[in-house]
């Protein structure tokens, strides 16, 4: 027998090929667009640290969705910078408040773009947490009826799923049951289930100016050690009525993402956040790589590990390079 037999190589030599062969392909279809949304009118605020990414007032907001819509992103997932903040975040439930007002113009002007609303206090809050604060705690069941509020007045504004990312005990449950009694039965929840207390964030909190006044979220957030707990914090969220699971961040979790692949069949979700899209655009900027390969690359890498759907700062740069 001539050697050797196998010859992977063959599959490889033409680009024709090893498209035809290729085992995971992106899709604009699978990507959210996060974005930022501040008050004021034609505000188009670049974030320091995440070039190419802004705050933008309500009425700019609604031209970029448009225009992330027209390269064919289905989604998007709005984060508010509120005019004041307090001690128990109000405006994360104010019938008027930034995320509220912005949902409400969005799906006015882009019916059929999926608007998510990310549901949580910490942009809200003056001290930065993601709940509220009893002797110097975060006290998690007087913030599951806060968070409630948020996303039914979130959901009545227009918002088409609603995400919970703030890692209390129960929350998915309490927010079904919300929205259940308000007739809103058919909003999916998009659980942020196994999300991680990662430095990864820091643009993220640059951007929102929402950095713990005080302490961290170890508390709440998962210990990056951890992957069996991942496992069973999804299980509960599944249990608890969650429709699509999310792991947060994407990269450094590939594993767990794979791992939640395998333990369940619900739509998965991984959030490509600030850091990981900041590092590649800080190392590009220098020459140092090349920015649209790392891109695709990072990308192709969360969807084989198995998310369906990639949230991400990368996805308008993203569709228009799988347009071609
Ligand atoms: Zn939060």
């Known amino acids: 027998m001539p050697f050797p037999l196998h010859r992977p190589r063959r599959l490889r030599r033409t680009e024709a090929l090893r498209s035809l062969v290729r085992e995971t392909r992106l899709s604009a279809r699978s990507l959210v667009y996060p ?90 809050t003056s001290h930065g947490h993601c709940g509220v604060v009893k002797n110097g705690e975060i006290d998690n069941d007087s913030t599951l009826e806060l968070l409630a509020r948020a996303a039914l007045s979130q959901v009545q504004a227009g918002a088409d799923i609603v995400a919970p990312s703030d890692m209390m005990d129960g929350r998915v449950r309490r927010i079904r ?77 590939l594993d767990v993402v794979t791992l939640a692949r395998q333990h369940f069949d619900v739509p998965i979700a991984a959030y490509q956040v600030s850091g990981e899209f900041s590092l590649i655009a800080a190392a590009a900027e220098k020459g140092w790589i090349d920015r649209e390969r790392i891109m695709m690359e990072s990308l192709t890498s969360i969807h084989r590990a198995g998310a369906d759907i990639i949230l991400t700062y990368f996805a308008k740069e993203a569709a228009t390079r799988l347009r071609c």
């Open 35 to 124: 974005l930022f949304v501040c008050p004021g009118t034609n505000v188009r605020d670049e974030i320091r640290s995440m070039p190419g990414n802004f705050r933008w007032s309500v009425d700019r907001l609604v031209e970029e969705c448009r225009s992330a819509f027209d390269l064919g992103i289905p989604a998007v997932i709005l984060f508010g910078i509120p005019e004041r903040k307090d001690e128990v975040g109000s405006e994360a439930y104010a019938p008027d408040g930034i995320v509220q007002r912005a949902v409400r113009a969005v799906k006015k002007a882009v019916p059929d773009l999926i608007v998510i609303c990310d549901v949580c206090l910490d942009e809200y």
């Open 177 to 253: 049951g919300e929205l259940d009694a308000a007739g809103f039965t058919q909003t999916p929840i998009l659980a942020y289930s196994a999300k991680y207390a990662s430095a990864f964030y820091g643009p993220f909190r640059e951007a929102a100016n929402s950095a713990p006044q005080f302490g961290d979220r170890k508390s709440y957030q998962m210990d990056p050690a951890n992957q069996r707990e991942a496992l069973r914090e999804i299980a509960l969220d599944v249990e608890e009525g969650a429709d699509i699971i999310m792991v947060k961040p994407a990269m450094p979790y």
